[in-house]
């Protein structure tokens, strides 16, 4: 999945000369926790976070001179260069540079404008879609062994039941590089024909799973 | 003490079957209906067939595009109808589909007229409960939502706050999102986890939108729980949530899918829950609503052992404030197990024996406890203190 499909489009901006208190503004108006700065091209020339702006705030417990540095220029706290990505850049690859630089947020640049924003928060609704756990269904664990083919293998009991898949996810088992566990979310109130298809086929079940005693 | 209450029945409520194969059995409620009769608590004269309901009716839920589609599904073609959720495995096509959905609405009508008319301090449907049917899609062996047209019509016609509890084992889905934003509806669905279970939703922080936020209620209890933690939770959170919404009736969806037996789902119930779930839904009845109870079926998928006891102590509750105990009548075991596939059962208990023993029990128990709290943060200051004591 590309990045433009789940970025936002509506991206609230500021210019470097623009006050620090004007950015608090947007970020509690908007609900938002960051806000790209950009140049009158709309190149992306840095990001504030709503901690860099709690950094620069003055303490709550004074209330002398220092309130006077919320109409400092954003350009003064913002952070820069900016970690950005592409449209066409896949969501796998925002995930991996959120996890590796600790950050929860991308300009999306394209010809070198700004275009959109990806947060941490639209990642996690992708991952959501992607467990299929949105859509009304059973969920069913299977343990295989980790070997080709054996997906379709086991995809078949589905498509035979006539059942409708809505998600597969692709587990380790523990750490035995030997076995895999297949989550499958299947668009049905009763899987017990699956359930049945696939022991009778040789297949361990993970879920259900049969504690306390056999129920099938 | 003879209480007026009223059994709603007609042979033609059997007629909403899908397949011989399919789960979902209305012969479970004869063999309730014949439970009832054979024990003594039920009389001809508390039996009233129901009515048929209108398109109209069927409409305060349902779009008229998936009402034509119900109604012609036999001569549709497979692709346009799937977008309906109709085809499929779970709710397949089946011959005068839309007379038989549509009974079973004027059958929970009639329930509702009973009580909220003629003046019936009681009435139960047992065909009714179909609690996955949504706006303009079958479901979860659900065609027609009757549970969410009652509420809504006893809205219009009556203009009184409807508390809707669900204790089906599958989260109450449909009847949820029907009223999400509608404050004067509350929605109370107890029931497994969607971790594993159809739907899926129903998660604690489901709580309605809008000007409904706050009126939905939803307590997922993990897989394998058993009586002691379902009874308590289930009874803290039902008064709790009565006491803050101050319902003026009250309506009960009672699946009966919750037990051990239950070939679909995970919970592990006796029919110790069956005693207690109604006995609460009375109790809260008397206190705010004057009486006024409306119980219905839903699921419940061992027909033989399960269901038939379940949904009689609804109606024993109803009748006489307390459930029934010692041995079932013997010739209803007698006449019925012929034909049963399993050993029918001889208590309205389950013997100790049958009753599995979980491992995880307390974990088990922490955890629902904790979506209890969860659950009731927002509704009372005494959440947590006093009521709930652990």
């Known amino acids: 999945m590309h990045v433009e499909k789940i970025m936002n489009q509506n991206v609230i901006t500021l210019g470097p000369s623009d006050s620090i208190e004007k950015a608090h503004q947007l970020l509690v108006n908007h609900k938002i926790r960051h806000i790209p700065i950009v140049n009158e091209d709309y190149c992306v020339i840095g990001i504030v976070s709503d ?72 990642l996690l609704y992708t991952l959501i879609q992607l ?10 664990e299977v343990k295989v062994p980790h070997r080709p083919g054996i997906l379709p293998e086991v ?25 895999k566990i ?9 899987p017990l024909p699956i359930i049945r298809d696939l022991r009778d086929a040789g297949y361990e079940l993970m879920w259900p799973n049969n504690i306390p005693e056999p129920r099938l | 003490m003879n209480k007026n209450i009223k059994f709603i029945f007609d042979h033609s409520l059997l007629n909403y079957r899908f397949n011989d194969e399919h789960p979902f059995n209305q012969k479970r409620v004869i ?31 349902h779009d008229l595009a998936y009402i034509r589609a119900v109604k012609s599904a036999n001569r549709m073609a497979q692709e346009d109808l799937i977008k309906f959720g109709i085809g499929t495995e779970d709710t397949p096509v089946f011959s005068n589909m839309h007379e038989a959905a549509a009974q079973i609405v004027g059958a929970t009508l ?45 809205r219009k016609k009556f203009d009184l706050k409807v508390l809707y509890v669900d204790t089906d084992a599958h989260h109450g889905d449909g009847v949820q999102w029907a009223f999400y934003d509608d404050p004067k509806v509350c929605t109370f669905s107890i029931h497994e986890t969607g971790r594993y279970l159809f739907p899926g939703t129903g998660n604690v922080n489901e709580r309605g939108i809008k000007e409904g936020h706050g009126f939905s209620f939803n307590l997922p209890i993990d897989a394998f729980t058993q009586d002691e933690s379902y009874i308590s939770i289930y009874e803290n959170a039902l008064r709790e949530i009565a006491d803050f919404f101050q319902p003026d009736v009250i309506i009960t969806q009672n ?34 609503c004057d009486g006024k109870w409306i119980a219905l079926g839903g699921g419940g998928y061992d027909i033989w052992r399960v269901v038939p006891r379940a949904w009689a102590q609804v109606w024993n509750v109803m009748k006489d404030e307390h459930p029934l105990h010692g041995d079932l009548p013997a010739t209803w075991t007698l006449k019925w197990q012929k034909e049963a596939p399993v050993t029918l059962p001889l208590t309205w208990h389950d013997p100790v024996e049958e009753i599995p023993v979980i491992p995880r029990k307390i974990e088990i ?24 004591g652990m």
């Open chain 1, 51 to 122: 901690r860099d702006i709690r950094d620069a705030s003055p303490s709550i417990l004074t209330n002398g001179p220092e309130k006077e540095v919320l109409g400092k220029e954003i350009s003064t706290i913002m952070s820069s260069p900016v970690i950005t990505a592409h449209p066409l850049d896949f969501v796998e690859e925002v995930a991996r540079i959120f996890y590796d630089r600790e950050i929860a947020c991308l300009p999306v640049v394209s010809n070198e404008k700004l275009v959109g924003v990806i947060t941490e928060k639209d």
């Open chain 1, 131 to 140: 467990t299929g756990t949105h859509v009304q269904g059973s969920h069913i």
């Open chain 1, 155 to 179: 995809a078949s009991v589905f498509g035979n039941r006539g059942v409708n898949i809505s998600s597969v996810l692709v587990y380790p088992f523990n750490n035995d590089p030997d076995y």
């Open chain 1, 182 to 190: 297949l989550v499958f979310r299947v668009q049905t109130m009763n």
């Open chain 2, 31 to 61: 063999l309730t209906k014949e439970l009832l009769k054979e024990s003594g608590q039920l009389t001809e004269d508390q039996i009233i067939p129901p009515r048929v309901a209108s398109d109209d009716e069927i409409a305060l839920i």
């Open chain 2, 110 to 154: 009639s329930a509702v007229e009973a009580v909220m008319i003629d003046g019936a301090q009681g009435a139960v449907n047992f065909a009714g409960g179909l609690h996955h049917g949504f706006k303009q899609k079958a479901s979860g062996f659900c065609i027609y939502n009757d549970a969410a047209i009652a509420i809504k019509y006893i």
């Open chain 2, 255 to 288: 699946g009966a899918d919750s037990h051990f037996y239950d070939p679909l789902t995970h919970l592990s119930g006796s029919m110790a829950i069956y005693e207690k779930i109604p006995e609460v839904a009375l109790e809260i009845s008397k206190l705010y």
């Open chain 2, 365 to 388: 128990e922490e955890k629902n406890n904790g979506t209890l709290m969860n659950l009731l943060k927002y509704t009372n200051k005494k959440s947590g203190s006093t009521r709930i």
